[in-house]
């Protein structure tokens, strides 16, 4: 018997050893363990005082339940049939061990209601009390910016009501601002989860849940430089360097500015596929992508048709008719010097030139002929479409709610079956798609995916 | 089974009741009759165990697949919709199929051992109970077979999700079928439970005080309270979804103004105490067996069952835990955090007690107390990390991640079904009237052991770095394939201790070379221990009359005015009733009548939506009949004068 009694202790002693050494690495893309923000770093000192108190706790208890075992065990079959005395309890003990357990709930009541406050409200900027408490300038909560999520099956819509700009499924947001989350949902309960800024609040239909975060710049830096830890989105670098450093393997070099979240109340068939990305810029850059998104969804900023009274200066961009694309074609045309009324885009005249190669101009006729666009909106804020939001979609390092890498090779796998990848979603089995759809028919078109990703990654 | 019927030299020692509107089986029936007809509580028990372990057989098949796809990342064994409806069924099984009818099988079993009775107050009815749990288990399950498959909306199948609207397979009847199945297991669970109720309250021998009670009929008592209080939330829940599904009413459709968050809290009004209702019975099995294997009394009797009832009181403060994340507001979260950590205390006076049984007892470690311990320490972790997370912080990093899969089957697993199998291992040689492979249920605690903390450890750590819950797969670089690769393998081991467990429980009924058991084997204190094993159809030759607490103990050792004595054969001896045909005839009625709703919708020739109720209106039929039936059938029955020796 005391063999199998033996191989159990010896199995506890060693499991979390055994644990330790395969969670030597915390720092995992989506983990708790690794918090970057103050509300994060706030749930993860009460996790790991909770920690340190059943520890302890279990430590006492298992080690008393280890003395009693062995102390008391029937050591031969005689012992086994002796009787010990019959006591049947002891008030004194029962009740001071009561007490005892209540005083270490209180330990952790207390810091827990704290919290509660902390997540529930972003500080007021008057009450200098408690930003000194919690090292925040007043700036950093009088600036913070405003993101309105929506969350739908299965991706997520990012609105950021006072910059009047929509985008979906990368949250780019400024590092040093605090950053109040709305939450909402068009279809079922979905969750939004940030473990290392924010923890997780639920999207209830019917009604608008909160949460808040406000990053930490020195923790997103570790050491490192901007361009390195942080890089700017507007102008792709972003993208870049998450390429070049993040394999989707273990042995990833984190790019501190990039943040994973991930839905985490079930949604439906494809509730594991609804990722996210948050992206931390500085206050600079941040303003530049912001520029450059209101820029791009702005209508009367959109290449016009051509009128042949108006002067053109250089830069400007036309939309004109270009026989070479196919019947009724339209090409945005550059103007690569000043240029006079009634000379009409013709590339020519040399006066103007190409804005966008001919992939793209015929990528984007397909974009609409293939339906794409009944579903998407590009360069236009589109709140209400069924699809994600594509504006400056070549600047996103992600495609398909955070789930693939958005390169090339991966958007035309995309294209080209979307079912494949993630089985169930709404772009292949949507409402009024069949197999008599185009985009179902795209499999074997590589000419046509191929102008499709160079339209949609252009979009920067 | 091995409850023999016994044999009298009639006619003098038997006389039979002529009193019946039409014929009950009598005392001789036998084979499928008998089992179909039976009104004795130790075959409804045994039933009840039987039919457990064969779900607990199912969904632990259920888990295993679940478990496969997530062996790596992006595995292709189950779709995505698959794995959905195989993590729902799994959970709806294991909790309304395995655990609640595993413990009401010892309900059933022991508890009219323990209080001196002969059966429970109204045997039909406990019958009705157990055909009610077996038509909820094949109605919930039939629903691989239609439209949709099995339900994919999660055990806890949260609105709007199971809103028609929100269907992702056009007609999907899943949750019809899950929504009835439920309905008509909170049958089976409420009529057993008021059963119980009035059997321990009423039927008590004489002596047997309440606070003289066994530990475990105490358990069984305060449980059956949990669920008649518990199970209308959920009926009226479950009823109020059906008629948004089936009707078009808005209880939950949010876009006709539907409230998704009252399904929420309608259900974890119930599903809290559901979680007490689970681990109250093994709470009570394993204070029966701790103080048997160390030769002591409990220590402590009277604050272990208050702190159970005040387990079961709480129960109902705390269900909106569950929704730390919905969005409740800074007061009401507080509020239930503190609550819940309040509710540790309790338990841990238990555990304390435990601790204070053994104490200077003489430990053995026979298979049922190595399942004992077993509880205490995989309990203890499950408790802890349930501390961790009444904290509203730390739970916004848990709620819906693996760590909360770690939790509760800490709770559930090695909580609850480490107590149920420890119980087998103590109480199946008075059930069977054979000893065990004692070697061979140590294997199984070894192999159940370790497979259970390689399975749910590591899932701690893969819940903290981010693995979200109920995601059928998880994408490259997020670095979980390791410990899931490690949760899978020891998922192989629990189950495969799971597996021979449940064969040597089926095996002990029939397998003639096993030791007998005799009276009282382990030398055990309650009052069951005084019978012979197997019991006798009749319990109790003649009633005894209780003197103290652990009377099987006392009489063994005790002073001579602590022992039991019994009550004279009255002149018309031991009156058993006759079997009875109506409970299965009600039964199935209510089973045709919930078959008739799900299918009496369909479509007609032009597209519009027809409704046809003959099925169920036949099954209504059946079901009132069987009722009618039942009332005016009669006590029937036959008289025993066994000899005290034939106990």
């Known amino acids: 018997m005391g063999h199998i009694h033996k191989l159990f202790l010896r199995l506890i002693l060693v499991l979390p050893v055994l644990l330790a050494f395969g969670c030597s690495r915390i720092d995992h893309k989506q983990s708790a363990l690794d918090p970057k923000g103050l509300v994060s770093q706030n749930q993860f000192d009460v996790f790991m005082l909770s920690v340190w108190i059943t520890i302890f706790l279990f430590c006492a208890v298992g080690g008393c339940l280890l003395y009693v075992l062995w102390r008391y065990r029937a050591k031969n079959a005689e012992e086994a049939m002796e009787i010990p005395p019959q006591s049947h309890g002891n008030s004194k003990i029962e009740v001071s061990l009561i007490i005892a357990s209540s005083i270490i709930l209180v330990i952790l009541a207390i810091p827990t209601l704290q919290g509660v406050v902390l997540m529930n409200k972003v500080p007021d900027p008057n009450d200098q009390e408690t930003l000194d408490k919690l090292s925040l300038d007043r700036s950093q909560v009088e600036d913070a910016i405003t993101v309105n999520v929506t969350g739908k099956r299965f991706f997520w819509v990012f609105e950021y009501p006072q910059y009047g700009i929509v985008t979906a499924n990368e949250l780019v947001f400024p590092a040093s601002k605090a950053v109040r989350i709305n939450l909402r949902t068009e279809d079922v309960i979905h969750s939004f989860w940030l473990p290392k800024l924010a923890g997780k609040m639920d999207l209830m239909p019917g009604q608008e849940n909160f949460l808040w975060f406000i990053a930490d710049k020195d923790k997103i830096l570790d050491g490192k430089t901007v361009a390195e830890a942080m890089p700017s989105v507007f102008d792709g670098k972003m993208r870049e360097t998450v390429f070049a450093k993040q394999k989707f393997t273990d042995e990833f070099e984190p790019v501190g500015g990039l943040f994973y979240g991930q839905c985490a109340e079930f949604c439906g068939n494809s509730h594991a596929y609804m990722s996210f990305r948050a992206l931390a810029q500085t206050d600079k850059d941040f303003d530049m992508w912001v520029k450059k998104f209101q820029d791009s969804q702005n209508p009367n900023l959109q290449p016009k048709a051509y009128d042949p009274e108006m002067e053109y200066s250089k830069g400007s961009e036309v939309t004109f008719n270009d026989q070479s694309l196919g019947e009724n074609a339209q090409r945005v045309f550059l103007a690569s010097k000043n240029v006079l009324p009634g000379q009409a885009p013709n590339l020519s005249l040399k006066v103007w030139k190409k804005a966008h190669s001919d992939d793209y101009e015929i990528g984007k006729q397909l974009f609409s002929s293939l339906q794409c666009v009944q579903c998407h909106a590009v360069n236009r804020t589109g709140i209400g479409a069924k699809g994600p939001n594509l504006t400056l979609f070549g600047l996103r390092t992600s495609l398909a709610a955070g789930w693939m890498r958005n390169d090339p090779e991966s958007l035309s796998d995309w294209l080209k079956n979307s079912n494949d990848v993630k089985f169930g979603n709404l772009m292949w089995n949507g409402e009024g798609v069949d197999d008599s759809h185009p985009l179902r028919n795209l499999e074997d078109d590589d000419l046509k995916v191929n102008q499709l990703v160079a339209y949609l990654l252009e979009q920067i | ?647």
């Open chain 2, 1 to 647: 089974m091995a409850i023999e019927s016994i044999k009298y030299a009639a006619p003098e020692t038997e006389t039979a009741v002529k009193t019946k509107a039409f014929p009950r089986p009598g005392q001789h029936t036998s084979g499928i009759i008998d089992w179909l007809t039976t009104i004795d509580h130790k075959k409804i028990g045994f039933l009840y165990g039987l039919t457990a372990l064969f779900f607990l057989l199912l969904g632990g098949l259920e888990a295993l697949l679940i478990r496969s796809q997530l062996w790596d990342h992006n595995m292709s064994v189950l779709t995505n919709r698959q794995y959905n409806q195989m993590f729902t069924m799994h959970g709806t099984t294991m909790v309304f199929l395995v655990i609640m009818p595993l413990s009401a099988a010892f309900f059933n079993f022991i508890m009219p051992l323990q209080i001196g009775a002969r059966d429970v107050a109204f045997p039909r009815m406990n019958t009705l109970s157990l055909w009610c749990f077996i038509a909820g288990g094949i109605t919930l399950n039939l629903s691989w077979f239609f439209t949709g498959g099995s339900p994919a909306i999660g055990w806890f199948g949260y609105a709007p999700l199971t809103d028609t609207r929100f269907a992702e397979v056009i007609g999907d009847m899943g949750p019809d079928f899950w929504v009835f199945s439920l309905q008509i297991l909170g049958i089976a669970s409420l009529l057993a439970s008021f059963n119980f109720i009035t059997t321990i309250i009423n039927m008590r021998a004489p002596g047997m005080t309440m606070m003289r009670l066994p530990v475990f009929t105490w358990m069984t008592l305060i449980v059956s309270f949990l669920i008649i209080l518990a199970f209308p939330a959920i009926t009226i829940a479950l009823a109020e979804l059906m008629f948004d599904r089936t009707y078009g009413t808005n209880f939950f459709d949010f876009l006709e103004g539907g409230k998704p968050h009252l399904w929420q809290h309608l259900f974890w009004i119930f599903g809290h105490p559901e979680v007490y209702i689970l681990i109250l019975p093994a709470m009570g099995i394993v204070s029966e067996i701790i103080p048997v294997f160390s030769r002591k009394p409990l220590f402590g009797y009277g604050l272990i069952i208050f702190s159970g009832a005040i387990i079961g009181f709480m129960g109902f403060a705390v269900w909106s835990h569950h929704m730390f994340t919905t969005g409740m507001g800074i007061v009401a979260t507080s509020a239930f955090s503190i609550l819940t950590m309040l509710i540790a205390i309790p338990t841990g006076v238990k555990i304390f007690n435990w601790i204070g049984t053994m104490w200077g007892g003489r430990i053995r470690f026979d298979t049922p107390m190595l399942f004992s311990l077993g509880f205490i320490t995989m309990f203890m972790i499950g408790g802890f990390t349930g501390i961790m997370h009444s904290s509203v912080p730390v739970d916004a990093q848990h709620q819906d991640s693996y760590f909360v899969v770690a939790h509760f089957h800490y709770v559930l697993i090695g909580g609850a079904l480490f107590g149920l199998f420890a119980g087998f291992y103590f109480w199946l040689p008075k059930m069977s009237g054979r000893m065990m492979n004692e070697k061979l249920g140590k294997l199984v605690f070894t192999l159940m052991f370790i497979g259970f903390n390689l399975t749910f450890f590591p899932m701690h750590y893969l819940g903290m770095i981010g693995q979200p819950r109920r995601t059928h797969t998880y994408n490259e670089g997020h670095g979980f394939e390791t410990w899931n690769q490690v949760a899978t393998i020891g998922a192989m081991i629990l189950g495969i201790g799971i597996a021979i467990g449940v064969y040597q429980f089926v095996n002990s009924f029939f397998n003639k070379k096993l030791k007998p058991a005799g009276k009282n084997p382990w030398d055990a204190r309650t009052l069951e221990w005084t019978l012979s094993s197997p019991v006798k159809e009749y319990n109790f030759a003649r009633n005894p009359i209780i003197k103290s607490r652990d009377q099987a103990w006392e009489n063994k050792y005790g002073s001579r005015d602590n022992h039991s004595e019994k009550e004279p054969l009255d002149d018309h001896g031991v009156h058993m009733p006759d079997r009875s045909w109506c409970p299965l005839i009600t039964g199935i009625g209510l089973f045709v009548l919930v078959l008739g709703m799900l299918f009496h919708q369909g479509i007609d020739a032009s597209g519009e939506l027809v409704r046809d109720y003959t099925f169920a209106l036949i099954g209504g039929v059946v079901f009132v009949l069987g009722i009618i039936m039942w009332a005016i059938e009669g006590p029937g029955g036959y008289h025993l004068f066994p000899k005290e020796s034939e106990e």
